[in-house]
């Protein structure tokens, strides 16, 4: 495809539950990053990829949350013990350089809603 | 810590009239973006800045960077309602990995 895809767009999850986000990036960007937005919110900084690497995972709000871009494409992240202000939209974006080269222009995925009862 | 913010968050104007989103940040930046959100729809990139005086224009937008005054401003001119969204800019600094976005403008234009 050509955009930056993700699944699945909707999850819902009890309180404790893990659970898996996939994002397909555009192939051949180097840089994936992911988003959180609340309801009503700008998107917050989790974590930054350069091809496999994970180089800023500062946004990260607690050890239960983990990200993963094994072979440099397709990237995962990870909640542990799902809590219910984990609720929010989860949006990943790529983009064709490593972020210090500067100019970047992102493209987002339209986001997995994750609802946590 | 780089902070963004955005006024006015909400904005409510007629079809026809000109109006300006104004974008401050806090620390030196060298990137400045603007996105369109349409409700529950994903991010679209709108402009990008990456130097001080920098003027963009797409349609009826028109994006300036301040690098100076920390200002970016996003300049609607005889407004749709076709641009009815949510309106982000967001910032990153030399050095770092993060973006930082305001925390919006929710553009309502009325026929």
């Known amino acids: 495809g050509a955009g930056v895809s993700q699944s699945p767009r909707y999850k819902v999850a009890k309180r404790g539950q893990d659970v898996a986000l996939r994002c397909d990036p555009i192939?051949?960007?180097?840089?994936l990053f992911w988003y959180q937005q609340a309801l009503g919110q700008g998107p917050e900084f989790l974590t930054y990829f350069q091809n496999e690497a994970q180089l800023d995972k500062s946004g990260l709000p607690s050890d239960r949350f983990f990200a993963e871009r094994p072979e440099g494409s397709v990237s995962t992240l990870k909640i542990q013990r799902t809590q219910q202000e984990d609720s929010a939209v989860y949006l990943c974006?790529?983009?064709?350089?490593?972020?210090?080269?500067?100019?970047?222009?992102?493209?987002f995925g339209p986001g997995t809603r994750l609802t946590v009862l | 810590e780089l902070k963004v913010e955005q006024n006015p968050l909400f904005l409510s104007m007629q079809e026809g009239k000109n109006y300006t989103i104004y974008c401050n940040y806090s620390t030196t930046s060298d990137r400045l973006y603007w996105y369109r959100q349409d409700p529950g729809k994903s991010l679209e990139s709108l402009f990008v800045l990456l130097s001080n005086g920098a003027v963009k224009q797409e349609g009826r937008l028109m994006a300036s960077l301040d690098t100076k005054a920390r200002l970016s401003t996003l300049h609607i001119t005889a407004a749709v309602h076709d641009l009815s969204a949510t309106y982000f800019c967001a910032v990153a600094t030399s050095g770092t990995y993060k973006y930082i976005f305001g925390t919006g403008t929710r553009l309502k234009v009325l026929a």
């Open positions: 192939s051949g960007h180097v840089s």
């Open positions: 974006a790529s983009s064709l350089r490593s972020q210090r080269s500067g100019g970047n222009e992102q493209f």
